[in-house]
C-alpha cells in the first residue's frame, strides 16, 4: 500500500539534545512538508521542499533543521535551539505541480516529549 | 495572504443529529478548499475538496460541504452523526499553481453525546 511512515510514533528527548524524526513516503510525490501541532494552534508550517535538494522555510523554522537528498524522504531534525520542541509532528507529501490543487496526504505523526 | 477562520472550538452533537461546522476563508480569487478529520493522536485524513464546478461536494464517511462565494464559506455538513465521527476538524486551502503551502484553520474539536 502506498502511504506515508513517519518513525518513531513517541520520542523522548533530553534538553540540549538534537533530535531527527524520520518521514518516508512512497506515494512519488515531489513535495513533502513538515508541520507542528498544539494544542488550539491548528497546523504550522515548518518546512516544506518541492524537489529534490531544494527545501523553504515555512512559518515557524527557528530550531529546525531539513534535508531531501531522496525524493522519499525528508527528515527533520529538532535541534537544542528550538525553545519549546514538546508537541506533535505532522509530515505530509503532495504531487507538486502536476496537480493544481495540491491535496496534502498525512503520516501519522511523531510525539515529541522533552524532558 | 490567506486565511482560514474556523469560528467553533469546540461543538458537541448528540448521536444521530445533523451536525454542520462552519469555516470561513480569505482569498481574492476562488480558492482550492478542503476538509480534513483528525482522530485523537493520529494524522489527518482528507474528507473532501472543492476547486472547481458544482459547488456542492461530496466526500467520504457521509460528509459535504458546499462552496458559497458570496459568503466566502466552505461549511461542512452530516445529516447525522455517528459516535465513531467524534474527531478534530481542519479546514483548509491554497491558491493553487505554484503555490505548495496550505494555509490551515485552527480545528474544530467534535464530541458525539450518546
Known amino acids: 500500500d502506498g502511504g506515508i511512515t513517519q518513525s518513531p510514533k513517541y520520542l523522548f528527548r533530553k534538553e540540549g539534545q538534537n533530535v531527527t524524526l524520520s518521514c518516508e513516503q512512497n506515494l512519488n510525490h515531489d513535495a513533502m512538508y513538515w508541520y507542528r501541532q498544539d494544542p488550539g494552534q491548528g497546523l504550522r508550517l515548518i518546512y516544506y521542499s518541492q524537489i529534490v535538494n531544494d527545501f523553504q522555510k515555512g512559518d515557524i523554522a527557528e530550531g529546525y533543521s531539513v534535508s531531501r537528498e531522496k525524493k522519499e524522504s525528508f527528515p527533520l531534525t529538532v535541534t537544542s535551539a528550538q525553545k519549546n520542541p514538546t508537541a506533535f509532528y505532522l509530515c505530509?507529501?503532495?504531487?507538486?505541480?502536476?496537480?493544481?490543487?495540491?491535496?496534502?496526504?498525512f503520516g501519522p505523526g511523531t510525539r515529541l516529549t522533552v524532558l | 495572504a490567506q486565511s482560514v477562520t474556523q469560528p467553533d472550538i469546540h461543538i458537541t452533537v448528540s448521536e444521530g443529529a445533523s451536525l454542520e461546522l462552519r469555516c470561513n476563508y480569505s482569498?481574492?480569487?476562488?480558492?482550492?478548499l478542503f476538509w480534513y478529520v483528525q482522530s485523537p493522536g493520529q494524522g489527518l485524513q482528507l474528507l473532501l475538496k472543492?476547486?472547481?464546478?458544482?459547488?456542492l461536494v461530496q466526500g467520504i464517511k457521509g460528509f459535504e460541504a458546499e462552496f458559497k462565494r458570496s459568503q466566502s464559506s466552505f461549511n461542512l455538513r452530516k445529516p447525522s452523526v455517528h459516535w465513531s465521527d467524534a474527531a478534530e476538524y481542519f479546514c483548509a486551502t491554497n491558491s493553487g499553481g505554484s503555490n505548495y503551502k496550505l494555509t490551515f484553520g485552527k480545528g474544530t474539536l467534535l464530541t458525539v453525546n450518546p
Open positions: 482569498y481574492g480569487a476562488t480558492p482550492y
Open positions: 505530509a507529501s503532495s504531487m507538486g505541480q502536476v496537480v493544481r490543487y495540491n491535496e496534502q496526504f
Open positions: 472543492y476547486f472547481s464546478g458544482d459547488t
